[in-house]
């Protein structure tokens, strides 16, 4: 008797297309997970400690779509044992003396991006800024209040945990060698046998253009490339000045026009303030003075001068797969019925991963997405051979 098909089959096992699995699985759908790693794997996008929640972005759609993120995690984290939206806000500063143009800096222009959007912010000139946040040394501070940062473990045991109890089907090491479709099927020759499914979805991240090869009768390939933080380090503080650092007085904070992004301490469960210095895709990083994570201290958080510095290793140090016009890549696969992708997060996704994998399951079981996903469309990268 011939093997019985999945309803949905999800090539990827990050936070990505776990959520996915769960939204359809509550759907009732009979769920596939196939991951050629296993969940956790140090080498994955989603594998971090900390990951920020803002909504802070210079493009609007970002911003609207990082808040409709923001309720999802509000309503999965009513399903963890263990509450993981650390809710502390988060702080773009900027100084003259390092970006001189202090209304085109990415805290003045994602504040009015906000503002646009109704969404609640703070502004602090320097005066108001160290009597509210007296660890920063800057001019203006512009704070996003509905944001703040997830800790991760929690949030992968508790999709697990629901999977489990939607007895989703995740298999790990498990490697796609090809797929195909018969008799109306999507044929998935897997190191572990044949599966079937009637819909699929690939959210395996710098490892999407490798599946697309692999499946017969498709030529995409998409413009994706690895990145990753320069510089990453923990600023462990003296023990008298420790609570000034933690959630309840410090937010997330930013200052990106330099590459600059950091994390309170989160006591017992990181080892102390994380700033990780980067060239975002989306800013215009300025030449200036502050070049390293420890001169970004030395100018604008004096008061970890002295902290203990610790490199961040393994759990805590992202990857991010970059897309060559800085955009998601989310929505059905040109020429392939049944056949949808999400990938292309830019160091910045998984924030949205609820309301990705919501999106991802929608694409997959109705054939279309509630929220307006069309910028995010792998057609725009077909090439027509057309003369």
Avoid at 20 to 34: C, D, K, M, Y
Avoid at 157 to 170: D, F, H, K, S
Wanted: with cysteine.
């Amino acid at each position: 008797m011939a093997e019985a098909a999945y309803d949905l089959a999800i090539i990827g096992a990050g936070v990505m297309g776990l959520f996915t699995a769960l939204f359809a699985s509550r759907r009732g759908a009979r769920v596939l997970v196939l991951d050629a790693w296993r969940i956790g794997d140090s080498r994955a996008a989603s594998y971090s400690l900390t990951r920020s929640v803002r909504n802070d972005y210079l493009d609007p759609l970002y911003a609207r779509l990082a808040y409709q993120a923001r309720k999802l995690w509000l309503d999965f984290q009513a399903e963890s044992r263990e509450p993981f939206l650390i809710e502390c806000g988060c702080l773009n500063i900027a100084s003259a003396s390092v970006t001189p143009a202090l209304s085109e800096t990415y805290a003045e222009q994602s504040y009015r991006v906000l503002q646009g959007l109704d969404l609640k912010t703070g502004a602090f000139d320097r005066d108001g800024l160290h009597a509210r946040f007296p660890q920063f040394d800057a001019d203006i501070g512009r704070l996003d209040v509905e944001a703040g940062f997830l800790y991760v473990p929690p949030i992968t045991q508790t999709l697990l945990a629901g999977l489990r109890a939607a007895r989703v089907v995740i298999e790990q090491d498990t490697r796609v060698q090809q797929i195909s479709r018969r008799q109306g099927r999507i044929v998935i020759d897997t190191s572990a046998g044949e599966r079937l499914a009637e819909r699929l979805v690939f959210t395996a991240g710098l490892g999407v253009n490798d599946l697309l090869a692999r499946t017969q009768g498709c030529d995409l390939q998409l413009p994706l490339r690895p990145d990753r933080p320069s510089e990453s380090k923990y600023f462990v503080p003296p023990p008298e000045r420790r609570e000034l650092f933690t959630p309840e007085r410090l937010p997330v904070f930013a200052y990106l026009d330099v590459g600059i992004y950091g994390h309170p301490m989160l006591q017992g469960k990181t080892p102390g303030v994380k700033i990780g210095y980067y060239n975002p895709p989306d800013v215009r990083r300025q030449v200036t003075r502050i070049s390293s994570v420890l001169s970004f201290v030395a100018e604008c958080m004096p008061q970890l001068v002295d902290a203990r510095v610790l490199d961040v290793e393994g759990a805590d140090q992202c990857s991010y797969d970059l897309v060559a016009d800085d955009n998601f890549i989310l929505g059905p696969v040109p020429g392939l019925p049944h056949l949808a992708i999400g990938t292309g997060w830019r160091g910045t996704g998984y924030k949205f991963a609820p309301l990705i994998g919501r999106t991802l399951s929608e694409l997959a079981l109705d054939g279309k997405a509630v929220e307006d996903i069309s910028r995010f469309a792998p057609q725009r990268f077909v090439t027509s051979h057309a003369g």
